[in-house]
């Protein structure tokens, strides 16, 4: 047995403290900023790594903050599903090295260091959510996270940058409303604040209450993670951003809402008290119109990142309908999509934002052939293509057939044609985008004395592209390490 | 059934208060009396939480000579001063986006900024 040392706390605790000292490490200097920025999530990612060994020998434990026992005190607890840090420290490092030639052109020197500033702190907040075991804790990182998120948004100064915030902004404050409503009734119905002590104590509670808590709080993280009908925020916020805040908002922000749910589930199911199949129900609905209806939009859409959104929509609608499919393999998959697919998204935001620092445009029609000037890039772009519509070896065509073969387990065959179905959806507006980068010819033959991009937005994608090709490869490493969560999760239903 | 609504007036205050925002935040066309509602909507929920926590008859939980039970639950107010100083920051962002909005197109009416698009 090895005595750990109190690694959770410093999760949190070294990314937070550094984010607010960032401005007056950085004393305007943009260079500062970058190499403190980077030196914070090299820290944060060794101390996930080390969290994420020890989960994967030990099983879940928890960091009990400042001494006092849970429920008493807030509880840190990490267990499988928060191995979703890894991903959060990944794409956090890659988007600092992504960032920093790029806001250079984007933003005022001055200002940088406060960009840094707010993207650790969304990425810090990310990472706490992730481990919280305190439902109150879980709203106040959330809402660290939300607030730090609209105002990256608005950075870029574009045109319509903060029209885009605004309606995020509003949007993403009534759904934290609505899950801290839940919590207070969450609060009043058991006295208590730590999720496993709620669970527990959920038994006996009013039926009435207890299925509008359910409702509202589940209610709350579709807004943040864009589920079909409540999606109307996402694509101006996520198009606008600066690129490497596409890929965090895409790949990570909207994942919050899942870790949420996840959370919810966790306590639906363990507790008993509530029963879930209506839910389900509502959410393998929503899903599988997220997935046609996100594809459907991002066919006719001529701005590539606008595309990129709406794709994200459709991917949401994959994770969001194996969770309520609520069969082994159909979570499994939507466990293992939350991972896969922020690796993916990210890869085609960032070879897409470097096409729009290179070129500096951004419709598909003006960037027709534009692969023949920066063939490494849009190399990236299309592994990042072929990964998210699912074909194999590329890491989004397990996540996909789990979840085919959990609708298929639920008894519900249905939804796995609607999935395979949007699949074809997307095959089409890739295939779009590919051969537009490709095959088409130039509208502008200025497009091919561009040049590839530099390399730290290059290397950050190729990366990124490659760990797509593994994780196709090595799937099976994700699928087994969030297994026994699954297992756990699922056994109150009686073995799923 | 009435007489249940009176026992739990401030509850059913709070819920009518929610839905008044809600109605504002999406029928007003005017970023600012959008977010107006917003606010009231922050509010109706922090009055919820703290509503929770009030006892009939109960002091307020200072230990010392002449403390007696019972007390209020403090914790409650203790998560709503939190949630106070978020309700802060997101008024201070949605403002100043406000602001930036003005300087950028002259207008704050969502009608209008739609059409600039």
């Given at each position: ?219 709350g993280f579709m807004v943040k ?114 991972f896969n697919h922020a690796l993916i998204k990210a890869t085609l ?148 | ?117």
């Amino acid at each position: 047995m090895i005595t750990w040392p109190p690694l959770l706390a410093l999760l949190i605790a070294v990314p937070m403290t550094s984010a607010v000292l960032t401005p007056a490490i950085a004393r305007g200097s943009a260079r500062r900023a970058f190499w403190w920025a980077l030196a914070v999530m090299s820290v944060a990612s060794i101390i996930a790594a080390m969290l994420i060994i020890r989960v994967s020998h030990e099983g879940p434990f928890s960091y009990v903050v400042g001494g006092w026992v849970a429920p008493y005190g807030i509880e840190l607890r990490f267990d499988e599903f928060s191995a979703a840090i890894a991903i959060i420290c990944l794409l956090g490092t890659l988007a600092i090295i992504f960032s920093k030639e790029y806001v250079t052109h984007a933003i005022a020197e001055p200002r940088i260091p406060y960009y840094y500033t707010l993207l650790l702190l969304n990425l810090m907040a990310m990472i706490g959510f992730t481990v919280t075991g305190d439902l109150f804790n879980l709203f106040v990182f959330m809402e660290i996270l939300s607030l730090s998120g609209y105002a990256l948004v608005a950075v870029s100064g574009e045109r319509i940058a903060e029209m885009a915030a605004f309606k995020y902004l509003v949007m993403g404050a009534v759904s934290s409303l609505l899950v801290l409503f839940s919590i207070g009734l969450l609060y009043a119905l058991t006295g208590s604040l730590n999720m496993a002590d709620v669970a527990e104590r959920l038994d006996g509670a009013a039926a009435a209450p207890l299925a509008v808590a359910f409702a509202c709080i589940t209610l709350g993280f579709m807004v943040k993670s864009a589920v079909f009908p409540l999606h109307v925020w996402l694509p101006d916020a996520h198009a606008i951003a600066p690129s490497p805040i596409s890929a965090v908002l895409s790949g990570l922000v909207v994942k919050v809402g899942i870790i949420g749910m996840l959370r919810v589930y966790q306590i639906a199911y363990s507790s008993g008290a509530v029963d879930m199949t209506g839910l389900n129900t509502v959410l393998m609905w929503l899903g599988a119109i997220s997935i046609v209806m996100g594809a459907f939009f991002a066919v006719f859409q001529d701005d590539i990142k606008l595309m990129l959104a709406y794709s994200t929509i459709s991917n949401i609608g994959y994770i969001v309908m194996g969770l309520g499919l609520a069969s082994t393999y159909g979570v499994i998959g939507a466990s293992v999509h939350v991972f896969n697919h922020a690796l993916i998204k990210a890869t085609l935001f960032l070879g897409a934002g470097a096409i729009i620092h290179q070129t500096g445009k951004r419709t598909l029609s003006d960037l027709a052939g534009v692969g023949r000037a920066m063939p490494f890039t849009v190399a990236a772009i299309s592994i990042g293509a072929i990964s998210i519509v699912g074909i194999p070896p590329t890491a989004g065509f397990l996540c996909k057939w789990y979840i085919a073969l959990g609708a298929m387990q639920a008894g519900r065959p249905f939804f796995a044609f609607a999935l395979v179905f949007g699949a074809l959806f997307i095959f089409i507006y890739y295939i779009r985008m590919v051969n537009a980068f490709y095959f088409q010819k130039p509208k502008d033959p200025s497009i091919l004395e561009v040049h590839e991009a530099p390399a730290t937005m290059l290397g950050p994608t190729l990366l990124l592209a490659a760990l797509c090709l593994v994780m196709g490869v090595f799937g099976r490493l994700p699928l087994s390490f969030i297994e026994p969560a699954v297992n756990r999760l699922l056994a109150p239903l009686g073995g799923g | 059934m009435l007489q249940d609504l009176w026992h739990n007036l401030d509850y059913a205050a709070s819920v009518v208060l929610f839905c008044i925002g809600l109605y504002t935040v999406i029928t007003k066309s005017n970023l600012i009396k959008k977010f107006m509602g917003l606010n009231i909507m922050e509010t109706s929920v922090f009055a919820f939480i703290v509503a929770l926590g009030v006892v009939d008859g109960g002091d307020a939980p200072i230990m010392g000579a002449g403390a007696e039970a019972p007390f209020i639950n403090p914790l409650p107010q203790a998560l709503i001063l939190t949630g106070i100083v978020v309700a802060v920051s997101t008024t201070a962002l949605a403002l100043s986006l406000i602001i930036r909005i003005w300087k950028q197109t002259g207008t704050i009416e969502a009608d209008e900024l739609r059409g600039m698009e």
